[in-house]
């Protein structure tokens, strides 16, 4: 069965500092990863996905993450952190060929000014 | 604007009572999702359908029901038989079950015991 382990509940970084939020993930075959953010009482906004190809992935407002099959990681980075990036953060993979996610349990970043 | 829309944004349910969440989508997705989310236990997966007038059992479906007649719309219904219904219900929804594209959500409904 596929799971997904985001080691820490919350992540504080200082305004302009780099950030990184990491994930880990149990699948059979070759994984499809994906990192989405939720704002308070909102639904969850896509941010970006590896299928395959290279292990470096960027999304959207500046996001990017970096596969690594090896480690079976799949960490979300940020060169600048921004305080209105501070949210509610989660991992999700499913098997290759399926669309039914298995989600982390959410990591809480906190970026302050 | 094309997304997905879930009414009402608070619901209260009494004791013994059944209650149904909307969701509504028009991006002509052919896969929609339910997720129940609870502070630090992220999302779990309710029911999923990939067409109309089909669905299957998620992670945690007791309690619950759905229908699938018409592709737009997927309600859910939290029947008296859940016993601990208050959490974040969120409705998804992507092209095609087994493809690599992501789901979209709409803004959950909170539902809580009176």
């Known amino acids: 069965a596929q799971s997904v382990a985001q080691p820490e509940d919350q992540v504080n970084v200082a305004e302009g500092n780099p950030l990184t939020v990491k994930c880990t993930y149990s699948v059979s075959g070759n994984p499809y990863l994906f990192w989405y953010v939720q704002y308070p009482n909102r639904g969850l906004q896509f941010l970006l996905k590896?299928?395959?190809?290279?292990?470096l992935v960027k999304g959207s407002y500046g996001f990017e993450a970096e596969f690594n099959k090896s480690q079976t990681s799949f960490h979300l980075k940020k060169p600048s952190a921004l305080v209105s990036d501070s949210a509610l953060y989660f991992c999700?993979?499913?098997?290759?060929?399926?669309?039914?996610?298995?989600f982390g349990t959410g990591t809480r970043l906190l970026v302050s000014p | 604007d094309g997304g997905i829309t879930q009414s009402p944004k608070y619901l209260f349910r009494k004791e013994g009572q059944n209650v149904t969440l909307s969701c509504e989508q028009n991006l002509n997705h052919d896969a929609m999702y339910w997720y129940r989310q609870d502070p630090g236990q992220g999302l779990r997966l309710i029911y999923y359908?990939?067409?109309?007038?089909?669905?299957q059992k998620g992670d945690i479906a007791e309690g619950y029901s759905v229908s699938r007649e018409k592709k737009e719309s997927f309600p859910l219904t939290v029947t008296s038989a859940q016993k601990n219904p208050t959490a974040f219900y969120l409705c998804?929804?992507?092209?095609?079950?087994?493809?690599?594209?992501?789901?979209?959500f709409g803004d959950g409904t909170r539902l809580s015991i009176l």
């Open positions: 999700a993979v499913s098997p290759e060929g399926f669309q039914k996610l298995v």
């Open positions: 998804a929804s992507s092209i095609l079950q087994g493809s690599n594209q992501p789901q979209h």
């Open positions: 590896y299928i395959t190809g290279d292990n």
């Open positions: 359908s990939q067409i109309v007038n089909d669905f």
